[in-house]
């Protein structure tokens, strides 16, 4: 399982950006996919979630209405949309599946700042 994410950088409060996750050794399209985050001294949390198919999402309460998770399953690559973004959105955002064991990417950082 490898799992590749991009698109990270840094944006000023009230911007956009969307990150990407490349996906490859496993089948994809059968698979859950999550996005989690970790700031810095903070626990890793659960961010976003689609289903194999992309017909259900689920997000946390932080960022509910601000981002949106999708996945094109012949690309197998997922994605988070992030909008409206503040400085509590700051930090290292990583893709992962469960496949029997959890699997990360090696993360990307985003920093929201002036």
């Known amino acids: 399982v490898q799992l590749v994410e991009s698109g990270g950088g840094l944006v000023q409060p009230g911007g956009s950006m969307r990150l990407s996750c490349a996906a490859s050794g496993f089948t994809f399209s059968s698979y859950t996919m999550s996005w989690y985050r970790q700031a810095p001294g903070k626990e890793r949390e659960l961010v976003a979630v689609v289903t194999s198919a992309g017909g259900i999402t689920n997000y946390a309460d932080s960022v509910k209405g601000r981002f949106t998770i999708s996945r094109d399953n012949a690309k197998n690559t997922v994605y988070l949309q992030m909008n409206s973004l503040k400085p509590e959105d700051t930090a290292v955002y990583y893709c992962?599946?469960?496949?029997?064991?959890?699997?990360w990417g090696q993360g990307t950082q985003v920093t929201v700042s002036s």
């Open positions: 992962s599946v469960r496949r029997l064991s959890r699997y």
